[in-house]
C-alpha cells in the first residue's frame, strides 16, 4: 500500500507565500513522476509541476518563476514552495505519485488535497 499525506495549505494573502509537503510512505520503487495537481471548484484538475524519471521537471506555465519544486529522497518527500500567489491559484493542490510496476504499467496514487486559498 502506498499512502500520500499532504501538509502546508492554508489562508495567504495575494503576493504572499506558501510551503506544501507530501510524504510517501510504503511499498515505493520505480517512481515514473511525483509531483503536485491542483483542482480549482469547476475546473478540472491540472498538472502543477512535477518530477519525472532521470529527475526532468514539469512546470505549468502559470506558475513557472513563482512555483519551484523540490524534493528529497531519503524521506520519500516533494515539496512546493509558492510564491507571488495570486487569487487564480485558489484551489486544492493533490501530491500524485506515479509507480511503473514490474509489468511497466503506471500506478497512480493521489493524497487527500490540502486546500490553498489566495484572498485578501
Known amino acids: 500500500q502506498v499512502q500520500l499525506v499532504e501538509s502546508g495549505g492554508g489562508l495567504v494573502q495575494p503576493g504572499g507565500s506558501l510551503r506544501l509537503s507530501c510524504v510517501a510512505s510504503?511499498?515505493?520503487?520505480?517512481?515514473?513522476?511525483m509531483g503536485w495537481y491542483r483542482q480549482a471548484p469547476g475546473k478540472q484538475r491540472e498538472l502543477v509541476a512535477r518530477?519525472?524519471?532521470?529527475?526532468?521537471?514539469n512546470y505549468a506555465e502559470a506558475v513557472k518563476g513563482r512555483f519551484t519544486i523540490s524534493r528529497d529522497n531519503a524521506k520519500n518527500t516533494v515539496y512546493l514552495q509558492m510564491n507571488s500567489l495570486k487569487p487564480e491559484d485558489t484551489a486544492v493542490y493533490y501530491c500524485?505519485?506515479?509507480?511503473?510496476?514490474?509489468?511497466?504499467?503506471?500506478?497512480?496514487?493521489w493524497g487527500p488535497g490540502t486546500q490553498v486559498t489566495v484572498s485578501s
Open positions: 518530477f519525472i524519471s532521470g529527475g526532468d521537471t
Open positions: 510504503g511499498s515505493i520503487s520505480n517512481i515514473a513522476a
Open positions: 500524485n505519485l506515479d509507480l511503473l510496476d514490474p509489468l511497466r504499467i503506471i500506478r497512480t496514487y
